[in-house]
């Protein structure tokens, strides 16, 4: 059974940046797409970002395209997010995910089964 968990989350100002990583236990994790959902209180948890198993594919919302960067070290079974140029609406808690599933698009979260426990990102103005 593979787990995630999610670290580098914190207080930031506008403009900073902050680099999100999660850490998988288990032998699949290169097996997987990795993606990053965001969620703010009283709403969905959104698509922020996702790379295939290579990292040959990478999608990003287009909240955060040009600014955000998702990669991934399958040897150390952790992947990142690079969040740059940070905006007060980035704020939110930010959850990895593992999908065993290849699609057109791997936006929809119910293409994910494995998730982190989640962790807390503020940007403040």
């Known amino acids: 059974q593979v787990q995630l968990v999610e670290s580098g989350g914190g207080l930031v100002q506008a403009g900073g940046s902050v680099r999100l990583s999660c850490a998988a236990s288990g032998a699949k994790f290169s097996n997987y797409y990795m993606a990053w959902f965001r969620q703010t209180p009283g709403k969905e948890r959104d698509f922020v970002a996702t790379i295939s198993w290579g990292g040959g594919m990478v999608d990003y919302a287009d909240s955060v395209k040009g600014r955000f960067i998702i990669t991934r070290d399958n040897a150390k079974l952790t992947g990142y997010l690079q969040m740059n140029s940070l905006k007060p609406e980035d704020t939110g808690i930010y959850y990895c995910?593992?999908?065993?599933?290849?699609?057109?698009?791997?936006?929809?979260?119910?293409?994910?089964?494995?998730w982190g426990q989640g962790t807390q990102v503020t940007v403040s103005s």
């Open positions: 995910a593992q999908s065993k599933f290849s699609a057109a698009t791997m936006r929809n979260i119910s293409l994910y089964e494995i």
